[in-house]
């Protein structure tokens, strides 16, 4: 099983600042999943396919890597963009999440 | 619009089985692989598995293979999980998703709740 291993678990960013989210993984894997997450509501599709970006996100985010760096960028934080995010990767059979990193607004 | 829409939750005494449902909508629920995450309270997503359109094929993370069993019936556009042997480490919230090309949960259900509680 491969484990995803994300970085910070919690972090703080003033609006406007650039925040940077890492997921490194055990093995190399072909792709990385994102998920935005706030409270009391179902995970959304963020990004997919490591740098594709879900209907409705937008275009402050990116996400980029390989192998087994991954890593989702925010330019500009917004007051909108505090919420969790989990990475996820698919290495058939097997589906992994990594353990979320916490984004509050300072 | 795609629509998936669990139940079958609630308060389970310990060592008792409980089955949910996911019903879905608004796609051709037999094109798609279908799957169950869980999200104990306060913590991170746990994949628990998946199954391919004509049940043929179905993937369960390790530790929960035993204890849970993904069906579906394409009839009645609907996912199930059977869960048995439940304990308090099961207690969660189950959401249903559809599955995309690299195993991406591309929908998301909006999730039931499942307590194992004396």
């Known amino acids: 099983e491969i484990v995803l291993t994300q970085s910070p678990t919690t972090m703080t960013a003033s609006p406007g600042e650039k925040v940077t989210i890492t997921c490194r993984a055990s093995?190399?894997?072909?792709?990385m999943h994102w998920y935005q997450q706030k409270p009391g509501a179902s995970p959304k599709p963020w990004i997919y396919?490591?740098?594709k970006l879900a209907s409705g996100v937008p275009d402050r985010f990116s996400g980029s890597g390989s192998g087994t760096s991954y890593s989702l960028t925010i330019n500009n934080m917004e007051a909108e963009d505090a919420a969790t995010y989990y990475c996820?990767?698919?290495?058939?059979?097997?589906?992994?999440f990594g353990a979320g990193t916490k984004l509050e607004l300072k | 619009e795609v629509k998936l829409v669990e139940s079958g939750g609630g308060l389970v005494q310990p060592g008792r089985s409980l089955k949910l449902s996911c019903a879905a909508s608004?796609?051709?629920?037999?094109?798609?692989?279908m799957g169950w995450v869980r999200q104990a309270p306060g913590k991170g997503l746990e994949w628990i598995g998946e199954?391919?359109?004509?049940?043929?094929?179905?993937n369960y993370t390790p530790s929960l293979k035993e204890k849970f069993t993904i069906s579906r019936d394409n009839a009645q556009n609907t996912l199930y999980l059977q869960m048995s042997k439940l304990g308090s480490e099961d207690t969660a919230i189950y959401y249903c998703?559809?599955?995309?090309?690299?195993?991406?949960?591309?929908?998301w259900g909006q999730g039931v709740m499942v307590t194992v509680s004396s």
């Open positions: 998703g559809r599955l995309a090309y690299y195993g991406r949960f591309e929908y």
């Open positions: 608004g796609f051709s629920f037999n094109d798609y692989w």
């Open positions: 199954i391919n359109q004509d049940s043929s094929t179905i």
């Open positions: 093995s190399s894997v072909s792709y």
């Open positions: 396919e490591t740098s």
């Open positions: 996820q990767q698919w290495n058939y059979p097997s589906i992994t």
